[in-house]
């Protein structure tokens, strides 16, 4: 992920106030990504309709990260004890679609984008944690294949969080 990639980002969001502890989150990532000391790199995917971009997906490729989230799931006993993370594996953290766009295939184009670059690099695995997300979110990644690996909501409330895993075949 470059720096115009993240201009790119916060663009998209348009200064929204709902997602300024996002941009926050996503600027700090992307910083300690850009530190040589922090394993971390993010890799960003964009779709766009008539020259204007409408949405963006960003990964987190860092096996120590992943190995942390493995360790909090056991830890947690979200998973079985003999469970271990793929090390050929990422992390979608982000993937938002602007409001008037949502629904005419655009999320779908972005995790199509997604999942060919993890063909493409060996990918395994792509795990992501979805919270507080509304039921077309988390149907959304259900559609394209998630398996919930850990909720910690009833799938019947409005909101939900969960823990996801696509295998990437």
Request: aromatic share 16%.
């Amino acid at each position: 992920m470059t720096k115009d990639d993240l201009a790119r980002v916060i663009k998209i969001l348009d200064g929204e106030k709902k997602y300024s502890g996002f941009i926050s989150r996503i600027t700090k990532d992307f910083n300690q990504s850009q530190d040589k000391g922090i394993p971390v790199a993010m890799q960003a995917f964009f779709v766009d309709e008539k020259e204007e971009d409408v949405g963006f997906c960003v990964i987190s490729i860092s096996p120590i990260k992943m190995k942390e989230w493995e360790k909090t799931f056991k830890e947690e006993s979200w998973v079985k004890k003999d469970f271990q993370i793929n090390i050929s594996s990422f992390e979608l953290m982000y993937l938002y679609v602007k409001p008037y766009f949502r629904a005419k295939g655009f999320g779908s184009k972005l995790f199509n984008q997604v999942l060919n670059y993890a063909k493409k690099t060996n990918i395994k695995a792509i795990y992501a944690f979805v919270s507080d997300t509304n039921k077309n979110s988390f149907n959304f990644y259900k559609k394209h294949g998630a398996s919930v690996m850990y909720s910690t909501s009833d799938e019947k409330q409005s909101n939900l969080s969960a823990f996801l895993m696509w295998k990437v075949t």
